[in-house]
């Protein structure tokens, strides 16, 4: 299917503004380039309430804003926002994860992990880990109930948060109730044929994702460890159930499909869905139609979520 119709003006529209190609250029001139197409999706739902903290690491501080729903929430979600570890901030995301809370019924806290090149692997990661810890620690003050604790992410946030569930499980570490995993980058091979398609060449390109790995973890053969590419891990089973979306015209499509089948065959329940059509960022860019198709995915599956919780039933079985 080629790209749907609504995403090609967009890029259109990109295109006509001009700009040099992610790949030429620095950090300091791509930063920024999301608020602006978060503008334009306008404000989000109003919320109950709204708190921003700054957890104490070492070396620093990382803030986090919780998003609490005017109903109360029956989840929390701990989302990590995409951008290659190199850009984006939380208030280039916060309408749409406004739009989730509303639309899920569940608390986001929002993960302002510190980026490269100045904070280069694995400092994401480990900022992303206290934030979780934190998280979990403070459920009854967010939600002011044992309700499920569910990790989330796009692109590279999505990265971040399938590490968070590996590490999770094998620290004894929070409990991860379901980890939505959009577009994620699970892995460094650039050779994948949803790397080399030119049909994929879009807002992400091969160049762009090389661009990316380079200034977040320029030493190659640390690119295998499983905190960088959870596709290396050697064991996915004992994870808690997944949601992962790809988007038809993505470099990340087959990396992001990869870790959804080992996931299964290790005996994860997997709600997974290819979406036609659609290329990299279609989820955040909540001005396009295809988001909408990503949203109800998601919300469904929380919702199923937050059900079982309520029940004390399992997690899915697998499809």
């Known amino acids: 299917m080629t790209i749907d119709v609504h995403t090609q003006r967009f890029l259109e529209q990109m295109a006509a503004a001009g700009g040099k ?50 109903q109360t929430p029956r989840a929390v979600m701990v989302y990590y926002h995409g951008g290659g570890w190199v850009i984006g901030a939380i208030d280039e995301f916060e309408t749409m994860a406004r739009k989730l809370a509303e639309r899920a019924s569940c608390a986001v806290v929002l993960v302002d992990y510190r980026l490269a090149p100045e904070h280069r692997y694995p400092v994401a990661v480990d900022d992303s880990y206290a934030a979780l810890e ?32 590996l590490r999770a499980r094998d620290r004894s570490g929070p409990a991860i109730a379901l980890q939505v995993l959009i577009y994620p980058v699970t892995d460094a091979d650039f050779e994948r ?15 762009g994702m090389v661009w990316f790995w380079d200034h977040y973890l320029p030493e190659a053969d640390r690119r295998t460890d499983p905190d960088a590419s959870p596709l290396q891990s050697g064991d996915l089973s004992g994870l808690p159930a997944a949601v992962v979306l790809t988007a038809e015209h993505d470099v990340l499509r087959d990396e992001g499909e990869a870790y959804a089948k080992r996931l299964t065959e290790a005996g ?31 919300v469904k599956a929380v919702q199923a979520c937050i059900v079982r919780h309520a029940k004390g039933q399992p997690a899915m079985r697998p499809a």
């Not at 109003?46 to 620093?60: C, F, I, Q, T, Y």
């Not at 994929?200 to 390109?205: A, D, H, S």
């Not at 860019?285 to 995915?297: I, N, T």
Request: net charge negative.
């Open 21 to 70: 190609a992610l790949h030429e250029s620095t950090p300091e001139e791509v930063r920024g380039l999301g608020a602006a197409i978060a503008e334009l999706a306008g404000p989000g739902p109003k919320m109950g309430r709204v708190e921003d903290h700054a957890l104490e690491v070492p070396g620093g501080a990382v803030p986090v804003r919780v998003l609490v729903p005017e």
């Open 134 to 165: 934190w998280v979990s620690e403070h459920l009854d003050d967010i939600a002011g109930a044992d309700v499920p604790l569910l990790v989330a992410g796009d692109s590279a946030g999505g990265n971040l948060a399938a590490v968070m569930a």
């Open 193 to 207: 044929p949803s790397y080399t398609d030119a049909a994929n060449q879009l807002i992400l390109t091969r160049e």
């Open 268 to 298: 994860v329940p997997v709600d997974f869905t290819r979406h036609a059509g659609q290329m990299h960022g279609f989820f955040t860019f909540l001005l396009l139609p295809g988001s909408e198709r990503g949203f109800q995915q998601v």
